[in-house]
């Protein structure tokens, strides 16, 4: 009788079974590897490094205040999100956005684009920083970058989750994605890292 | 008493090693180590629809790669071959071509789908089928080529024989579009930017746009693959070229523009109106979505009824493919 009952059991758990649920609903995200550091300035001066947000689980996404398309389009996105995440929004999730084009953003351009978008400053951080420390960073995260004659960046829209050790968990690319899906993801990390 | 002991372990061991898979998410196999090689080299032919490994070049700097090598070759050359001798690490290709080239034996492993659509099948007026083309003449550059090989499959699929009913106009020198457009043959099979132009002149219509028609719209019509042994040797290099190209394949599909303009600045196209259109004409948002498996055993079947090929398409998909790359990126790249 109890056999039976001991290998239903088992195969209940089995790995293989759990692996196959995992990918089918995608609540367990992979482990791409270490997530690229930075040391970067904030909108009030201050200086930020991804080490410092250990702990946390962090959205790191690629901006300029002047792009005129698919970056307000994510930012917008970003924003009903970060209503929809409540108290975890600050305390245990973190929002970061690095600008593209460092010469014209600095931090105080920086700080009038975050509160044009409303977003809140205890878990969204803009960052920028010297041309080559911007470069450094945008090259470790694979996002490719060109400035035009006019001002305007050609860029990768990408938008990284990283979890609270630190490691790159999944990418976003564009500004087209899910942001319900979005929201699952960083919250999967929360209550399932 | 001994067995059940063991049993018990054996149980034991089972829940101790599922427990852990419940704790543990799945470590990419190629995370995110050091690039094994910053060189790569990747076939440049006049064909646009195969765009995303032309906008990739710029990512595929970002992912580290220093030396972007784009060999030339000439319309109608055979790529594959190079392909599998290693002047050439990594190709997007007609799945047509790849399965004939596996089938040979050339030592190609293919990593992923990337686009649907590429060739359109144009007449004259008069005909509005592909059964109509029984008794017409039909253009190519050379037997066995791709449109030759594929022609002769639709023309298969509607019970035409393809070696007696299709004249077929065969000459290495002269382009198809040219005779077609001096009206000197009935059909041939055009390609980007071929299509383009033809619309614009108001040339011929077309009887099979392979981004909408079924069955072709319901396969890849190009594919990504490697050299076996660059992809076997450097996984990591392989994994960040295959991010480059799908990356690119969504920017095709969401930002044609921005695309296009990048194909003309990198020497790819000389028309952003016929690169632009290309890009809206075909389907680069189904690498997520298609199983590139079903790509090579629906054109394996048919290229075999045709008797171009000899191997089954078991036996090219266990022997030339590895789809760990792109199940790693489905989960680690959304879009």
């Known amino acids: ?25 995608g609540k367990r995200l992979p482990v791409i590897g270490p997530a690229p550091s930075f040391a970067l300035t ?46 975890d929004f600050g305390a245990k999730i973190a929002f970061v956005s690095i600008t593209l084009d460092p010469e014209h953003d600095t931090p105080e351009v920086l700080k009038d684009y975050a509160q044009f978008w409303g977003t809140k400053p205890e878990g969204w951080t803009f960052l920028t920083g010297s041309p080559e420390a911007v470069r450094d960073v945008t090259r470790r995260y694979a996002v490719f970058v060109a400035k035009n004659a006019n001002g305007s960046v050609d860029h990768t829209q990408l938008t990284s989750i990283i979890d609270a050790e630190s490691a790159m968990r999944v990418q976003y690319l564009g500004a087209r994605f899910d942001p319900e899906e979005f929201r699952r993801d960083l919250l999967s990390l929360l209550h399932r890292p | 008493m001994p067995m059940m002991q063991t049993r018990r372990r054996i149980l034991a061991g089972v829940s101790l090693a599922s427990a852990a898979g419940l704790l543990r998410a799945p470590v990419s ?23 995303p490994k032309y906008v990739a070049e710029e990512l595929l700097r970002a992912e580290g790669f220093t030396d972007i090598h784009y060999v030339e070759f000439a319309a109608g050359q055979d790529t594959t071959e190079p392909l599998a001798r290693g002047e050439l690490d990594f190709d997007t290709n007609y799945a047509v071509n790849f399965v004939a080239a596996i089938d040979a034996g050339r030592p190609i492993t293919l990593l992923a789908g990337v686009m649907v659509g590429c060739y359109e099948l144009f007449a004259k007026e008069g005909i509005r089928g592909i059964s109509d083309l029984k008794g017409k003449s039909v253009g190519m550059q050379a037997v066995n080529s791709l449109p030759h090989t594929l022609l002769t499959v639709m023309a298969a699929q509607v019970g035409l024989d393809p070696l007696k009913d299709i004249h077929w106009i065969t000459d290495p020198k002269v382009m198809p579009i040219e005779r077609f457009v001096a009206g000197e043959i009935d059909a041939f099979l055009a390609f980007p930017p071929e ?26 019509c190009c594919m990504h693959g490697g050299n076996r042994e660059f992809v076997q040797k450097y996984p990591v290099a392989t994994k960040r070229v295959l991010r480059a190209v799908l990356k690119a394949a969504d920017m095709c599909a969401s930002e044609p523009e921005r695309a296009a303009r990048r194909m003309v600045d990198g020497g790819f196209s000389p028309r952003y109106d016929y690169a632009l259109q290309t890009l809206r004409d075909n389907a680069y948002d189904r690498w997520r979505e298609y199983d590139p498996e079903d790509a090579i055993r629906f054109y394996a079947l048919r290229l075999r009824e045709a008797g171009f090929i000899k191997a089954s398409p078991q036996k ?13 990126l489905k989960r680690e790249l959304k879009a």
């Open chain 1, 1 to 25: 009788m109890r056999r039976p009952l001991l290998l239903a059991l088992a195969l209940l758990v089995s790995p293989a079974l759990t692996v196959a649920h995992e990918a089918q609903d």
């Open chain 1, 42 to 87: 904030s909108q009030d001066g201050a200086p930020v490094t991804l080490a410092a947000l250990r702990g946390k689980i962090v959205a790191v996404s690629f901006i300029y205040t002047q792009c005129p398309d698919i970056c307000p389009l994510l930012i917008q996105k970003m924003v009903q999100v970060q209503g929809e995440l409540g108290a």
């Open chain 2, 29 to 51: 196999l190629a995370a995110e180590g050091s690039l094994e090689t910053t060189t790569i080299r990747i076939a440049k032919v006049p064909a646009i629809c195969v765009a």
């Open chain 2, 195 to 220: 299509p383009q132009d033809l619309r614009a002149r108001g040339i011929g219509h077309v009887l099979v746009n392979t981004a909408l028609d079924r069955p072709w719209s319901q396969y890849f």
């Open chain 2, 316 to 328: 090219i998909i266990a022997d030339s493919t590895d789809w760990r790359f792109l199940d790693e």
